[in-house]
């Protein structure tokens, strides 16, 4: 759910009945700013990434203006990964533990995450399941979420997919998956637990050797688990194209009608609304450079009892610069639209990633990366982080059946 999260993903290794281990340590410092005028408020203001730290807030007792200054984290983040294959199943589990500092002893704090992936194919179908798992606090959660500013309470989220495909002919392909997403807090009184159920139908029929047509039907409920009752109902068919050119370029375009039905407690009676959907997903790969661009426009629920509605931009570009070097750059650019019970208007997250990866020796890779990011929440207030940090990779190929 955080894209923070995509330099996670680790390729499956390509040999056949190996497990692998890698342990991965990243740690640097960063430092934050708030930019614009803020109006006064009892907390501070939520943080721009997950390697951000909350900004102290002094109210000023003449004027009523909120000050900030600039806070300093240090974050060490110890990484557990491990990719398992055999010639039907592959596996992938990655761990990961942020242990926060600042010098603000109030803010520390130590958080989990997890992410699980495990497929299973046959001769005419596969099985999978995905899942996540966080507990972290708010100022690492709710980065792209709404106006609701209290950083440092804690945050638990679960989330499962199991999904199948089967081939219903040499030509003609049926993808089914289902999930559901649960958060949690601490404080339910400031940020709205909420679950989602969500389902997908993809029929998929090949026209040519590279090309080939789909349709879908997209569906989910979001409803809040605690405080005034809100249910959202979505659904969305779709069509698309997905092609191929010269093994270079694979491309997949999907749009669509979006219809909603929400429910909520406090309005009284129900109210339906009509929008559009859509996903494009590119991918272009040389012999050095390999690039991945993603563009939609979907629903994203929220923790103030809302469901906005998010355009999202995201590409990661790596380069191949010699056999132990290799740069990349991970951008990700959303805007969202907020028309809740506790916030309107819309959101911007920005975020630009440059990294240089050396490989020292067999299992065992350096990084430096440093990531820019800004936030603009709902009231037109503005913050900036800036973080470096360095990386070690030890790699273990020592699972072989």
Same mark, same amino acid.
């Given at each position: ?167 219903? =002919? ?6 089914? #998956?289902?999930?559901? %997403? +649960?958060?949690?807090? !601490?404080? *339910?009184?400031? $940020? ?69 039905? =929400? ?6 009676? #129900?109210?339906?609304? %009509? +929008?559009?959907?859509? !996903?494009? *997903?590119?991918? $272009? ?117």
């Amino acid at each position: 759910m955080l894209p923070i999260r995509a330099d996670w993903i680790s390729a499956p290794n390509p040999r056949i009945g190996l497990w692998s281990l890698q342990t991965v340590v990243r740690t640097g410092g960063l430092g934050l700013l708030l930019l614009g005028p803020i109006t006064a408020m009892a907390a501070p203001v939520s943080p721009l990434s997950p390697l951000a730290p909350p900004i102290p807030v002094v109210v000023d007792s003449v004027t009523g203006t909120a000050k900030v200054s600039e806070t300093l984290e240090t974050v060490t983040s110890p990484e557990l990964l491990i990719n398992g294959n055999t010639p039907a199943f592959h596996t992938d589990l990655d761990t990961r533990i942020d242990v926060n500092r600042y010098d603000l002893t109030n803010y520390n704090s130590v958080d989990g995450h997890g992410i699980y992936n495990g497929l299973y194919s046959g001769d005419r179908w596969t099985l999978g399941l995905g899942g996540t798992f966080d507990y972290d606090t708010t100022r690492t959660s709710e980065v792209t979420g709404s106006g609701v500013n209290v950083a440092g309470i804690r945050h638990r989220g679960l989330s499962l997919t199991p999904n199948t495909s089967v081939n219903l =002919t040499p030509v003609d392909q049926l993808k089914l #998956s289902a999930g559901v %997403q +649960d958060s949690s807090y !601490s404080n *339910s009184q400031i $940020y709205t637990p909420y679950r989602v159920y969500s389902t997908d139908v993809i029929y998929q029929r090949a026209v040519t050797s590279v090309d080939a047509a789909m349709a879908t039907l997209q569906g989910s409920r979001y409803q809040t688990e605690s405080g005034p009752s809100v249910t959202i109902d979505t659904w969305s068919p779709q069509v698309g194209w997905a092609t191929s050119v010269a093994n270079t370029l694979t491309l997949t375009v999907l749009g669509g009608l979006q219809f909603s039905n =929400t429910d909520n407690s406090l309005k009284g009676g #129900s109210t339906t609304d %009509q +929008d559009y959907a859509f !996903s494009v *997903s590119a991918n $272009y790969k040389l012999l050095q450079n390999t690039l991945d661009l993603s563009l939609s426009r979907a629903p994203n629920p929220q923790s103030d009892g809302s469901q906005t509605q998010s355009n999202t931009l995201a590409l990661t570009d790596t380069y191949v610069i010699q056999p132990r070097l290799t740069a990349s750059l991970y951008a990700y650019y959303q805007v969202s639209d907020y028309n809740g019970a506790a916030n309107s208007g819309s959101t911007v997250y920005a975020v630009l990633s440059p990294k240089l990866s050396y490989s020292l020796y067999r299992g065992v890779d350096l990084s430096l990366s440093d990531k820019y990011s800004q936030r603009k929440d709902t009231t037109d207030r503005y913050a900036t982080s800036n973080a470096v940090l360095l990386g070690v990779n030890l790699g273990y190929d020592s699972f072989d059946f």
